[in-house]
């Protein structure tokens, strides 16, 4: 699928990879991107830079009636990427309850659940057309300080690969993005170095004109799945040596 001339539709579009997936869109030749966020304020820059070429939405992924609403608003999309996400930082088992990862299920898996039925009408409608979910590189491992995260973005993998195949009929193509700490907000946990926002957008838009099924976004992330596919298991035992402290930790 090519950029130029799409409408595509990016949840959490606030900032780091949302923004930066916008910017890359338009510069690509997309003719609108609904951005849709919590908080539209967020997106005065991009509506000032671009005019009427971007349309802030008003939506909480995790609204399924908020959701189907939207999709008819925007009935001409033919490309979406579910980019909203959220993480406690915590463990499976060093939170005080389980409401951040209810939250991060909610977001992280219910929310491009949600998108995904709603826009596959649209989609269908519109030639069929592109979804992408922006996931993780622990998507595939499993990071105990960050345990339950990891867990909403592989059962957020596993849906990816189940739309993949029940969309294929109707011709509407789904990518997995799984990038390794991204320099953004969320991305402060850690002061490893980081794939850049920027470098993030553009692997992803390569993905989608080059009709990938999977892309790991940025040098890093390329690094770490290579990893992954030599030694599953050695990584997986390097990255359980990470654990989380007896203190819960908020998000960011």
Do not use: C
């Not at 090519?2 to 949302?18: C, D, E, L, R, Y």
């Not at 189907?68 to 925007?74: G, H």
């Not at 915590?90 to 409401?99: C, H, I, M, P, V």
């Not at 300080?145 to 193509?173: D, F, H, I, P, V």
């Amino acid at each position: 699928m090519k950029i130029s001339n799409s409408v595509a539709f990016v949840t959490g579009a606030n900032g780091g990879i949302g923004q930066a997936l916008i910017h890359e869109l338009i510069g690509r030749g997309a003719i609108k991107v609904y951005a849709s966020v919590r908080n539209k304020a967020s997106l005065r820059t991009l509506e000032a830079t671009y005019g009427s070429r971007v349309v802030g939405i008003h939506l909480d992924v995790t609204d399924l009636a908020s959701v189907m609403n939207v999709s008819v608003e925007a009935g001409d999309v033919n490309l979406v990427i579910n980019n909203a996400g959220f993480s406690g930082e915590t463990g499976a088992l060093s939170g005080d309850d389980a409401a951040l990862a209810r939250r991060e299920m909610d977001v992280n898996y219910f929310g491009p659940l949600y998108i995904s039925r709603a826009f596959a009408p649209t989609l269908k409608s519109n030639g069929g057309g592109v979804i992408v979910n922006v996931l993780s590189f622990l998507s595939l491992v499993t990071l105990p300080l960050m345990g339950t995260y990891s867990a909403s973005k592989a059962a957020a993998l596993s849906l990816t690969n189940s739309l993949r195949a029940e969309l294929s009929a109707q011709g509407t193509a789904v990518i997995a993005a799984m990038p390794v700490q991204v320099d953004t907000a969320m991305g402060a946990w850690t002061d490893q170095e980081k794939v850049t926002a920027e470098d993030a957008a553009l692997d992803i838009m390569d993905a989608i004109e080059n009709e990938l099924t999977e892309v790991f976004p940025g040098t890093l992330s390329r690094v770490a799945a290579a990893a992954f596919v030599a030694d599953p298991k050695g990584l997986q035992a390097q990255l359980a040596t990470i654990l989380p402290s007896t203190r819960s930790r908020q998000s960011n």
